[in-house]
């Protein structure tokens, strides 16, 4: 079972890509220059209209890379991720937009905004420590105005049935639980409001389990417009939402056309036409929304198998831990070894099955280590004791280096804008 609040059981990746409609990632990355490691790796497994992205990096224009933490916890290792992915985007020229969902935690998890204000603070410090440039935006969910404004207009783009389809809400949900997802959604359209320059490309790095959110979002972008696309030969077949007026206004466009009854067929170049009638959107009072892009990464494993869970310290390693801790919850991490040391002598180890191999893979190790670790590990060259002893070093190392950077981080605040609630600071 897999939903934004809830995730059980052995997830199937090529299923979840069929079922929910995504594309793999794997048909893309040759056209990415210099994917990052989490692309070549397989870890970022599916996403959406990625291409609008990496046409966006190639061609130098202008985009945008959107994500949110729910501060109902304090951050580990699986929001690293998540943050290395904002940040890398961020270097690529994407302006970032980091949202901390306290809306979210307090309706969904009973937090009160002191509590997620405090919690949220330490996000924030996180990701600018990983290397947020100022180039970038972050708030809190409940600090922002346009954010909750552009969530109540979209709601009004979806209905109570649709809303039980997609997340399986009944009669005990609270309304303030149905609203986060609209509140969700704004801010995942929020980098492309007038106030931050219009439409633009928009990438959400997350989690598979949020991509009922993204279907919500883009469901709810393209019924909020005025006008929708359609591709067909030699240009775009287009049909207005707001009726037949609106559908005259395209005439004033500079392309070859043919009108019809309930939609007009403009012919040339798609991005140019679809650029123009965008402008033309927003000139006629619209929003001009690009359906949002996202990508999927694969869920972590908890330190002991299982599932990663917040209410167990001792599934997963906090990036506030300090070193001494993440010590002693890598020593009793399950790893893919085999009972007995002349076991995995004879057979080797098994990296898929081993958490500390999956630290290495997303956080920890170049290529050529990642590399050579395997091959030893599956050819019984290293026991998994000496292995540990690696991931100990390194991740004390990461750590120390990591809550300096943090430290240095509160001192730089002024530097970015961070949008948050002046009662709770
Ligand atoms: N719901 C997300 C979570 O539980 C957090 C979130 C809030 C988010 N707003 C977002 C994620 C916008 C992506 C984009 O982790
Ligand atoms: Fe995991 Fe290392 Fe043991 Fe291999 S040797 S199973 S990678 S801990």
Not at 389 to 396: F, G, P, T
Not at 403 to 423: L, N, Q, T, V, W
Request: hydrophobic share 35%.
């Amino acid at each position: 079972m897999i939903s934004p609040w809830e995730v059980t059981g052995e997830v199937d990746y090529e299923k979840l890509i069929r079922e929910f409609g995504m594309e793999p990632f794997s048909t893309l990355l040759s056209e990415i220059d210099d994917p990052m490691h989490l692309m070549r790796r397989g870890v970022i497994f599916g996403h959406r209209d990625y291409w609008r992205i990496v046409d966006a990096m190639k061609n130098k224009r202008e985009f945008a890379v959107m994500s949110g933490f729910m501060p109902s916890g304090y951050p580990h290792f699986g929001h690293k991720m998540t943050m290395d992915e904002i940040v890398w985007h961020n270097e690529k020229g994407g302006v970032a937009f980091v949202g901390i969902a306290d809306m979210e935690a307090h309706a969904v998890r009973g937090l009160s905004w002191k509590e997620t204000h405090k919690i949220g603070m330490e996000y924030i410090k996180a990701i600018i420590a990983l290397g947020l440039n100022e180039n970038s935006v972050i708030y809190f969910q409940s600090a922002n105005q346009p954010v909750k404004d552009l969530a109540f207009e979209l709601s009004e783009e979806v209905n109570w049935s649709e809303l039980k389809a997609i997340y399986g809400f009944n009669g005990e949900t609270t309304l303030a639980k149905m609203f986060v997802t609209a509140v969700q959604a704004g801010d995942i359209l929020l980098p492309q409001l007038s106030h931050y320059g219009g439409p633009k490309p928009t990438v959400v790095p997350v989690g598979a389990d949020q991509d009922p959110h993204l279907r919500l979002t883009r469901d709810m972008s393209a019924r909020i417009s005025i006008y929708a696309f359609e591709k067909i030969e030699n240009g775009v077949r287009i049909r207005s939402r707001k009726g037949k007026e609106f559908l005259k206004k395209i005439e004033s466009l500079d392309f070859q056309m043919k009108f019809f009854e309930e939609h007009v067929d403009v012919f040339g170049n798609e991005w140019e036409i679809e650029d123009s009638v965008r402008n033309l959107e927003i000139k006629t009072g619209g929003y001009g929304f690009i359906p949002p892009s996202s990508t999927y990464h694969k869920f972590i494993k908890g330190l002991q198998g299982g599932k990663m869970s917040s209410s167990k310290p001792e599934s997963f390693i906090s990036l506030l831990d300090s070193p001494e801790q993440a010590e002693k919850k890598i020593k009793n991490a399950l790893t893919g070894g085999r009972a007995t040391a002349e076991e995995q002598r004879r057979l080797g180890g098994e990296p898929e099955k081993c958490v500390i191999f999956e630290m290495y893979t997303i956080h920890l190790l170049s290529d050529t280590e990642l590399g050579e670790i395997e091959r030893d590990c599956r050819e019984g060259r290293i026991l998994c004791g000496q292995c540990k002893k690696m991931a100990v070093e390194r991740v004390k190392e990461f750590l120390k280096d990591l809550h300096e950077k943090m430290r240095e981080a509160e001192s730089r605040f002024e530097a970015y804008s961070i949008i948050s609630r002046k009662d709770m600071v």
